[in-house]
């Protein structure tokens, strides 16, 4: 995706550690114009490191030489200034999750079409070279009818008060997952596990049922002693593994293993797949600019950010009910 010279310049607001990888990454592909934070010290610092202004947020609304605004501050605040900055007519790209609150995401998704501006999420992975060629890898058949994927996300930190170890976490496996099945699911079920003590969260395991067969699996934690981060898709003709945790030359890995009608299991060598490296978070950023510039939606537009928070608020209800059974 190439820039275009009537790609907006961007303020990046809250320039915690994910926003200033945010304002990098806008800073080198030339657009940053402004960098907004409540801590002062640490605005002056960034804008001196690159080349940009340290507005507020009210100043960043009011300059029009700004076209778009990257929000990377906590989820709870996003609807309030993502309204503020569609009625300032600023496109955005908004940090996951949209919202914690799905009016409030459907709320951002209305003014934005009334207005004709680009809303984005940032579901980072589906820009990830890897992932990609997974897509392309389901698209083309090579592994068959899906028959189960499994995702996990899990790390030691960091800790949330604001949204649980679900939403912070599953966003990036629930949009990839559904990419990939290319529908919703019929069906959502999970569990929830509070270690810590807390109301939130810290682990959660959800299950997503679709029509056809396939099922997929999520699982999240931040209490987790390692650093695990995994998509499984296991396919009549053959399976993948996306790991993001490997080396770029083992990051995708697609195994030819078949189940015969019999039941007899065919073992294949494992294949790594070759994948182009690049920053997915760069991709993101590349793809919000052409959107804006091209007129178009983006590739996680508000579409997908309303899919993913529909099963994260199925997932939130069913781990609200979900009760163990007592062993008798």
């Keep these: 995706m190439s820039l275009s010279a009537t790609s907006p310049s961007v303020a990046v607001v809250g320039c915690g550690a994910w926003g200033r990888n945010l304002a990098r990454n806008f800073a080198e592909l030339g657009v ?7 801590d002062g010290g640490r605005r002056e610092e960034l804008a001196a490191r690159f080349g940009a202004r340290p507005l507020s947020l009210d100043e960043a609304m009011a300059d029009e030489g700004i076209g778009g605004l990257c929000i990377a501050t906590p989820p709870s605040t996003h609807h309030a200034i993502g309204m503020a900055a569609l009625a300032a007519g600023k496109h955005l790209l908004v940090e996951k999750p949209l919202t914690l609150v799905r009016a409030e995401a459907e709320a951002l998704a209305r003014e934005a079409a009334a207005r004709g501006l680009v809303l984005m999420v940032g579901h980072i992975l589906r820009y990830h070279p890897a992932f990609r060629r997974l897509e392309a890898l389901v698209a083309e058949g090579a592994l068959g009818r899906l028959r189960r994927i499994h995702a996990s996300r899990l790390n030691l930190g960091a800790i949330r008060a604001e949204e649980d170890a679900l939403w912070c ?6 949009s990839m997952i559904l990419a990939l099945a290319g529908v919703m699911p019929t069906r ?3 569990f929830a596990e509070r270690p810590l003590g807390r109301g939130p969260a810290d682990a959660a395991a959800v299950r997503l049922d679709f029509d056809g ?17 995994r998509l499984s898709v296991v396919g009549s003709e053959g399976m993948a593994v996306f790991d993001d945790t490997k080396a770029w030359s083992e990051k995708l890995t697609l195994y030819r293993h078949r189940v015969g009608p019999d039941l007899a299991i065919a073992r294949a060598e494992p294949e790594p797949l070759p994948i182009p490296e690049g920053e997915p978070l760069k991709e993101e950023c590349r793809d919000f600019l052409a959107a804006v510039a091209e007129g178009r939606p983006p590739l996680a537009d508000a579409g997908e950010a309303l899919r993913v928070m529909q099963v994260l608020a199925l997932a939130e209800a069913a781990l609200a009910v ?4 007592l062993v008798t």
């Design 32 to 38: 940053l114009a402004a960098v907004v934070d409540r």
């Design 322 to 325: 979900s009760e163990p059974e």
């Design 213 to 229: 067969g396939l099922s997929a699996m999520i699982q999240v934690s931040w209490l987790h002693p390692v650093k695990e981060h």
């Design 169 to 174: 976490l599953a966003p990036h496996d629930v």
């Design 188 to 190: 959502v079920t999970g």
